[in-house]
């Protein structure tokens, strides 16, 4: 499965658009990482486990994504997007959102 942010690629067309797929997570925060990242709030730096929570979230929604873009019988996804909400206190859904095609070479 090819994936892009491009709309377009090089070297590449689309013979067939098969709409809109999409992948989301809910992710909420360990209450025992939320207490050390607010020492981190006090005194600054990085939210390592913040970091890697939403690096999880990130690739756990792009594999939702992609299995609906398989689904479809797509070889490609194109122009993905990520968004992110907030859903309750110390919860946050990543959103994964992309155009699912069939391409082939020029």
Not at 3 to 19: A, D, F, M, T, Y
Not at 56 to 61: H, P, Q, S, T
Not at 90 to 102: D, H, M, S
């Amino acid at each position: 499965m090819l994936l892009s942010n491009l709309e377009i690629l090089p070297n590449k067309r689309v013979v067939k658009h098969l709409g809109l797929v999409q992948g989301s997570t809910v992710r909420a925060k360990h209450a025992g990482k939320d207490i050390l990242a607010s020492f981190k709030n006090v005194f600054g730096g990085e939210l390592k486990a913040y970091t890697e929570l939403m690096q999880e979230a990130r690739d756990e929604a792009l594999q939702r994504m992609v299995a609906q873009a398989e689904s479809t019988g797509a070889n490609a996804v194109l122009n993905i997007r990520f968004a992110t909400s907030s859903v309750a206190q110390g919860a946050a859904e990543l959103f994964a959102y992309g155009t699912a095609v069939v391409l082939e070479e020029r």
